[in-house]
């Protein structure tokens, strides 16, 4: 049974930085592709970057590119989120997910985190 868990979130002033790690156990030599997701309140759930396993080409929303970095380390079996240049705007849970699918983008992964609140302080 594959099992993600996040850390590294926290509460921050605007213009400041945090990094989220997110660990897998179980099987993940075969996964595709690692993404964070992230969801404020009243709002839905929102693609925020991807990573794809074995060639590390990423992807980003347009809303944070240039300011967040995905990378993996797959020795580890680690995906992080370096966050730069916060905004208020960036509060949310951030979710990190795994699949064996040949998506990026959509919220179809197969397996979620439990999610790590941050709060971006104006």
């Known amino acids: 049974q594959v099992q993600l868990v996040e850390s590294g979130g926290g509460l921050v002033q605007a213009g400041g930085s945090l990094r989220l790690s997110c660990a897998a156990s179980?099987?993940?030599?075969?996964?595709?592709?690692w993404g964070w997701f992230r969801q404020a309140p009243g709002k839905e759930r929102e693609f925020v970057a991807a990573?794809?396993?074995?060639?590390?080409?990423?992807y980003y929303a347009d809303s944070v590119k240039g300011r967040f970095t995905i990378s993996r380390d797959n020795a580890k079996n680690t995906v992080y989120l370096q966050m730069n240049s916060l905004e208020p705007g960036d509060t949310a849970v951030y979710y990190c997910?795994?699949?064996?699918?040949?998506?990026?983008?959509?919220?179809?992964?197969?397996?979620w985190g439990q999610g790590t609140q941050v709060t971006v302080s104006s």
């Open positions: 990573i794809q396993r074995n060639v590390g080409s990423t």
């Open positions: 179980g099987r993940t030599f075969d996964f595709y592709a």
């Open positions: 997910a795994a699949t064996r699918r040949r998506i990026l983008t959509s919220s179809g992964y197969d397996y």
